[in-house]
T-cell receptor, first 113, second 114 residues
Framework: DAKTTQPPSMDCAEGRAANLPCNHS???????VYWYRQIHSQGPQYIIH???NNETNEMASLIITEDRKSSTLILPHATLRDTAVYYC??????????????FGTGTRLTVIP | DTAVSQTPKYLVTQMGNDKSIKCEQN?????MYWYKQDSKKFLKIMFS???????INETVPNRFSPKSPDKAHLNLHINSLELGDSAVYFC?????????????FGPGTRLTVL
């Protein structure tokens, strides 16, 4: 699986959009980009994933550059409950046994009142 | 109702002891996982089971023995506990072993070896 690079920490004002970047310059054509987050002392929580197109769900939006070498997770209106470590993960899918996730160091997002 | 549950939530024990952590999922998923999160917060896959069969073992010492009595349960037994085994252990599940399945994680078990 490709390696990802994320800033170690970011701050965001409550109510503003939080934009979390991720670099994955060695991503392969069949690797998806996944985002999970881990709120303190809890298990990781799935947020969103995508391959090439931008994706949006009730939690966030995922913007993937055209060359797929980087992506941005957008939390449109950050709340205090969004304070967490956010992990960007790329992985191959469609292969039996390849569903394991490799977590990096992530970005610690702190939402400030 | 909790989708993925783990027991116990906290486990404190002495070096050399044998202990087990239990995991159950009520999602009807076929595949379950164990992850270890160490003191530096790195989260690493340990094992993956699909329909009670081991499909991934990420070079974990053989003191760790997962057991899956049925596809809803994946327990982790650890023999001869060492100080370095202290960590938070997370169980997870997915509908299948491939594809773009979302992983659902349990709340974690914090193991402290003294």
């Amino acid at each position: 699986d490709a390696k990802t690079t994320q800033p170690p920490s970011m701050d965001c004002a409550e109510g503003r959009a939080a934009n979390l970047p991720c670099n994955h310059s060695t991503i392969s054509g069949n690797e998806y980009v996944y985002w999970y987050r881990q709120i303190h002392s809890q298990g990781p929580q799935y947020i969103i994933h995508g391959l090439k197109n931008n994706e949006t769900n009730e939690m966030a939006s995922l913007i993937i550059t055209e060359d797929r070498k980087s992506s941005t997770l957008i939390l449109p209106h950050a709340t205090l409950r969004d304070t967490a470590v956010y992990y960007c993960i790329v992985r191959v899918t469609g292969q039996t046994g390849a569903n394991n996730l490799f977590f990096g160091t992530g970005t610690r997002l702190t939402v400030i009142p | 109702d909790t989708a993925v549950s783990q027991t116990p939530k906290y486990l404190v024990t002495q070096m050399g002891n044998d202990k087990s952590i239990k995991c159950e999922q009520n999602l009807g998923h076929d595949t379950m996982y164990w992850y270890k999160q160490d003191s530096k917060k790195f989260l690493k896959i340990m094992f993956s089971y699909n329909n009670k069969e081991l499909i991934i073992n990420e070079t974990v010492p053989n003191r760790f023995s997962p057991k899956s009595p049925d596809k809803a349960h994946l327990n982790l037994h650890i023999n001869s506990l060492e100080l370095g085994d202290s960590a938070v252990y997370f169980c997870a599940s997915t509908p299948t072993s491939g594809g773009t399945d979302t992983q659902y994680f349990g709340p974690g078990t914090r193991l402290t070896v003294l």
